[in-house]
């Protein structure tokens, strides 16, 4: 069955590092986003990302975000300068239409020191 | 601003007895409604979803959804030990992204 999967599964940086977090989402998918889960809080949404560009996105996803389909089957979340406040499981979704499903990735946890 | 609730447990069941989950969102223009699980550290895994007001049933699972109260549910019949985990609601509207819960915890006592 075919799944989105993430990597690296743990990024550890420190703090003003810039990090990429990557995405492989659903071959067949055309939507893709990015949501992220503090520990013990709710899955927040940050972007979501069709036809070679961002479509919608957060308050969250400020000018430190930017995301990018750098070939047919990558989508990547990068933070310019991170933050302590970044450190959180980023999960990939993809969805094969607009009003689809969304199937989440594995996540990566990132820590910020 | 777009709000989804939920009561965040634990909410704890027997095993055997229906899990009731129920989650109310703000949005009257809300279109689609989503249930997905989500174990300790892992992501979130889509149980079902859900268009129109009524039930609709999938195995043990169905789900309910009046919009005219801006209702959600999720019944659990035979609910097992494994399906202990947070069980979260997630709206969309007339965008793309979807507006989570906070979640409900459930623990299936054996």
């Known amino acids: 069955e075919p799944e989105v999967t993430q990597t690296p599964s743990h990024q550890v940086t420190q703090m003003g590092q810039e990090v990429i977090l990557r995405c492989v989402p659903i071959?067949?998918?055309?939507?893709f986003y990015w949501y992220r889960q503090i520990l013990g809080q709710k899955v927040e949404f940050l972007v979501s990302?069709?036809?070679?560009?961002?479509?919608?996105k957060s308050e969250i996803f400020d000018d430190q975000f930017s995301v990018e389909r750098p070939d047919g089957s990558n989508f990547t979340l990068k933070i310019r300068s991170t933050k302590l406040e970044d450190s959180a499981m980023y999960f990939c979704?993809?969805?094969?239409?607009?009003?689809?499903?969304?199937?989440f990735g594995p996540g990566t946890r990132l820590t910020v020191l | 601003q777009k709000e989804v609730e939920q009561n965040s447990g634990p909410l704890s069941v027997p095993e055997g007895a229906i899990a009731s989950l129920n989650c109310t969102y703000s949005?009257?223009?809300?279109?689609?409604f989503f249930w997905y699980r989500q174990y300790s550290g892992k992501s979130p895994e889509l149980i079902m979803f859900?268009?129109?007001?009524g039930d609709k049933e999938d195995g043990r699972f169905t789900a309910q959804l009046n919009k005219a109260s801006q209702y959600v549910s999720l019944l659990i019949r035979d609910s097992q030990p494994s399906d202990s985990a947070t069980y979260l609601c997630?709206?969309?509207?007339?965008?793309?992204?979807?507006?989570f819960g906070p979640g409900t915890r459930l623990s299936v006592l054996p």
């Open positions: 979704a993809s969805s094969g239409g607009l009003a689809d499903t969304q199937y």
């Open positions: 071959s067949n998918h055309l939507y």
């Open positions: 990302f069709y036809n070679n560009e961002i479509s919608e």
């Open positions: 949005d009257r223009g809300s279109q689609s």
């Open positions: 859900i268009y129109s007001n």
């Open positions: 997630a709206v969309r509207s007339d965008g793309q992204n979807f507006v």
